[in-house]
């Protein structure tokens, strides 16, 4: 702890357009910006903003997040992409919750398991995925998760707590911490450690991302860096499986990392049972423009930033889709994307 200087002075970025921070792209100049590395600088920030009167806002890699083109210049937005960690417990992996989901697949690859395999290339980092319960096919981020610690933000001490996965009310892209003022730190995950060689590959993995994950929150980028790291294990005699290729093959046929985007912006209405995006196509309104956003051509629940576009075009778009489901379909979709 540096006893001279405070946490919101030593950590804060001054200045800083949250668009850097967000797959979209998006989002006008914040006051304070921070990435902490540690559990105990996230805390010594918190107490610093609770002692200064400051609001906070913490997020991972942003790609599910829509941050405002004018941001409240009394908020502390806390990044944890620079929060990446893998700690060997016992038998177990513990994951820090800035680590990318993604990273998990590898470690998967490297540990003769195919578990993880659905977390290739799925953005975004691992407190976020707990958060949102990230999911790709039938597999979510609760199958693979044996204990969550998190911060309750409404205490004093701000300590480390934990809970088991049994009790976090994992549901379709829910979680208990939805509904708490819950910061998740990290996770046990229930994957057994392999063997040795594979602890020094996540180590090496970790350090790789962290020299070239400090790029901004950039879809090509992140779709560069895992390929490449898949590519390099095929190289070493670990060839990448038939269920990441076809990964590989269905994000791209999508153009997922083609352009700004925070992936699908609708939650799909199961009781109505048609996804989202079919229903989008059905309205006819794939390709919809409005200022510098539109509707994806090749994904109807999908609206990219395809040329310098704000916050407030996107919410047009989003507003549009909604009125146009509610008065056709008779139900008003709900958002996956957070709106900030
Ligand atoms: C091209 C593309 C494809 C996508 N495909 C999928 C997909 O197949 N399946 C899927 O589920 N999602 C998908 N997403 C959405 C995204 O990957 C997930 O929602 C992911 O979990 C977001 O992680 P993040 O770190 O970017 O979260 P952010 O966008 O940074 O944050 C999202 C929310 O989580 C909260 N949060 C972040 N960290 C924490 C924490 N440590 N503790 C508590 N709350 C926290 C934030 O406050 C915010 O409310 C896709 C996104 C993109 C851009």
Redesign the pocket.
Known sequence: MNLHTSAVDRLCLRNIPLSS????SIGGAANYVALPETAEDLVELYQDCEKKGLAW?????????LFPDQPNPETVFI???KFTEFKVKGDRWFVS??T??SLLSLLGLSGNTDILDFTF????????????????NQR??CDIIDTVY?IDLSSKTKSVQSIPSAECKFAY?QSI??HHP?????ADLNIPIHSEEQIEYVSSLVTAWKERGNHP?S?PHFFSFFLGEAHALAGKGIPTPQSMLDIIKY?TS?R??DYP????VFKNNYDYGVATGSLVDQLNLKGTEYGGAIISPHHGN?ILNQNHAKASDVLYLIDMITEAIHKQFGFVPEP???L?
């Open positions: 921070f967000s797959t979209y806002y913490t997020f991972g890699m942003g790609s599910n997040i990044s944890l992409k919750a800035g990318p989901m290339l799925l953005p975004g980092c691992l407190g976020a995925g707990i958060y949102m319960n990230a999911k790709y979510e981020i998190y892209k911490f939805q819950w910061l998740i730190v990290g929150s879809l994000r999508k997922h990392f985007s925070c992936g699908s999908m996956e994307i957070v900030v």
